[in-house]
């Protein structure tokens, strides 16, 4: 079975879509993003086909919803139901890089939340931090949640600037075996800064096999 990584947030806006999509440059993979919020403008998905220079495949939302909110209260307000049992990993023999929609226990419907699908697929799991206040918290209740849900934790990106006390509280709470890549935070990407960005990833990949 090819190798799939779910990409998962400490909270909403952190930067999961861009590490998605280094995911994917690196890997030249596939994208999967299950549910879709905010659509239109939003459409992950789209913005990925952008900004990578290869000719990626993105596969179809399960669930493609137009108020930007938790999928739960988006797909209610359309008279939509959630089905957890016809969401399924796509049909692809090659790495595939999935893409939660906010954090871990983002609801789907009544029943199943973002890290309920993590389960599902048994992927391993690539968890994006940002710096913000609140950020130590939220992370290290991710931490604690993946790790007491045995969901494997394969990366831990820092995305942004860190003061280094921030950046030691959360590291010093993460498993030893995990890998850890730092990246500053780039504003309005395009094709070009957006190779720039991937310079600084694929460096920081180097000192790791994934």
């Given at each position: 079975?090819?190798?799939?990584?779910?990409?998962?947030?400490?909270?909403?806006?952190?930067?999961?879509?861009?590490?998605?999509?280094?995911?994917?440059?690196?890997?030249?993979?596939?994208?999967?993003?299950?549910?879709?919020?905010?659509?239109?403008?939003?459409?992950?998905?789209?913005?990925?086909?952008?900004?990578?220079?290869?000719?990626?495949i993105?596969?179809?939302?399960?669930?493609?919803?137009?108020?930007?909110?938790?999928?739960?209260?988006?797909?209610?307000?359309?008279n939509?139901?959630?089905?957890?049992?016809?969401?399924?990993?796509?049909?692809?023999?090659?790495?595939?890089?999935?893409?939660?929609?906010?954090?871990?226990?983002?609801?789907?419907?009544?029943?199943?939340?973002?890290?309920?699908?993590?389960?599902?697929?048994?992927?391993?799991?690539?968890?994006?931090?940002?710096?913000?206040?609140g950020?130590?918290?939220?992370?290290?209740?991710?931490?604690?949640?993946?790790?007491?849900?045995?969901?494997?934790?394969?990366?831990?990106?820092?995305?942004?600037n860190?003061?280094?006390?921030?950046?030691?509280?959360?590291?010093?709470?993460?498993?030893?075996?995990?890998?850890?890549?730092?990246?500053?935070?780039?504003?309005?990407?395009?094709?070009?800064?957006?190779?720039?960005?991937f310079?600084?990833?694929?460096?920081?990949?180097?000192?790791?096999?994934?």
């Amino acid at each position: 079975m090819p190798k799939h990584y779910f990409v998962t947030g400490i909270s909403t806006g952190v930067g999961k879509t861009v590490i998605s999509a280094l995911f994917c440059e690196h890997f030249k993979a596939d994208y999967f993003k299950p549910v879709q919020t905010g659509y239109p403008p939003d459409r992950d998905s789209e913005w990925i086909k952008q900004i990578v220079s290869y000719n990626i495949i993105t596969h179809p939302e399960n669930y493609l919803l137009k108020l930007p909110a938790s999928p739960h209260l988006a797909a209610q307000r359309e008279n939509v139901v959630i089905d957890f049992n016809k969401i399924h990993l796509p049909d692809t023999s090659n790495t595939l890089i999935l893409e939660g929609a906010g954090g871990l226990l983002v609801p789907l419907n009544e029943q199943f939340y973002i890290a309920d699908l993590i389960k599902k697929f048994q992927s391993e799991c690539i968890l994006v931090v940002s710096n913000y206040l609140g950020c130590i918290n939220h992370s290290l209740l991710s931490l604690y949640y993946l790790y007491n849900e045995n969901i494997p934790v394969k990366c831990v990106v820092f995305n942004g600037n860190f003061e280094e006390e921030v950046k030691h509280a959360i590291l010093n709470k993460i498993k030893k075996s995990t890998i850890i890549i730092r990246i500053p935070r780039f504003e309005n990407l395009d094709r070009s800064t957006f190779q720039q960005l991937f310079s600084i990833f694929k460096n920081e990949m180097s000192r790791y096999e994934l």
